[in-house]
């Protein structure tokens, strides 16, 4: 009975844990994103969109 409750409670925790380490996560790619959209250069963003573009076989110019 012990033994049973704390692997259901170890369980729970594991849970919680598990969604808090997706909500960090979440929040660090977001942050990143809105960081570098917000500090590069226009023509670092052009560019880097451009080597995708050209990297995945999009028809460029
Ligand atoms: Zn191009």
Excluded: E
Excluded at 4 to 26: M, W
Excluded at 38 to 58: E, K, N, S
């Amino acid at each position: 009975m012990k033994a049973n409750f704390l692997k259901n409670h170890s369980s729970a925790t594991g849970a919680r844990t598990s969604d808090l380490v997706s909500i960090v996560a979440a929040a660090l790619i977001g942050v990143g994103i809105i960081w570098t959209v917000g500090m590069a250069q226009a023509a670092t963003l052009h560019d880097a969109a451009h080597d995708v573009r050209h990297t995945t076989g999009f028809p460029c110019h």
